[in-house]
Structures are given as structure tokens and as C-alpha cells.
């Protein structure tokens, strides 16, 4: 992912077209050192009604991506290589909201921390995803 501008405004833009617009991901923050989205339950959930694991998967990597993206700026590209996530409670409905915050960013890998909570604040999951930052290519 290359990232160009700053703020939600980019964050939106970036999301038309692609698997965060497909699952409904909005971005709420979009800051140097946190970002914040939210997600729908309904339409990512399992055949038994419960949020889909590889939705909130999406959700925490969607936001770490993008805030290393914004940190390293748009000469760089950044790959999530690694994914951690623990899901400790089981979501039926309204929305989640993930907030990720960068452990490190550096010249070749970064990493984030991520926390998902419902509609009710209680914690959902929680996640760690490392990415290569690696020069843009044009390609």
C-alpha cells in the first residue's frame, strides 16, 4: 500500500474499490500514531450469526497498514508479514471498532498493536501485525 495525503479524507478515498469498502470498514481516526475504524457485524459474519474471525483480521490489518503507510510516506510500501489475533469475545451484531497504535516503525519493518471493542466497550480481540516497509516500485 502507497499512501499519498493525510487524514480521513485519504483513508476513505483509499477504501473504494477494495475489501475494506466490501466489509464496510469506515475510518473514524486517522492520526500520526493511532488510527480508529469500525466495521459492521452484520454482512462479516459466520454461518452461525457470530463476526467472522477474518473479518476482524481485515479490520486490524486494514488499520495498521494504513497508519504505517502515513508514517513512512509515499515512497515507501508497506506489506503486512505477520498477523496475531486473539478473538476473546463473540460479536452478534452492531459494529466493531478496532484502534491500532504503532509499536515501531522503522526503516524496513513497523509494528502495530491493535484492540477491537463493541458497541458496549468491551474488548473483542486484540492483535499485533508486523509489516515490511520497502521502497515503492512503479510498477
Sequence with gaps: MTIEGDGL??????????????????FLEAE??????????????QPDGLLHGGATAALCETIASFGTARAVGPDQRVVGIELNINHLRGVREGHVTGTGVPLHVGRSTAVWSMEVRDDEDRLVAVSRLTLAVRPATTE
Excluded at 14 to 19: C, D, V
Excluded at 32 to 42: H, I, K, N, Q, S
Design 32 to 45: 500520526p500514531g493511532r488510527v480508529v475504524a469500525r466495521m459492521p457485524v452484520e454482512g462479516n459474519v
Design 9 to 26: 479524507s485519504l483513508a476513505r478515498a483509499i477504501s473504494r474499490g477494495t475489501l475494506i469498502e466490501h466489509l464496510g470498514i469506515e
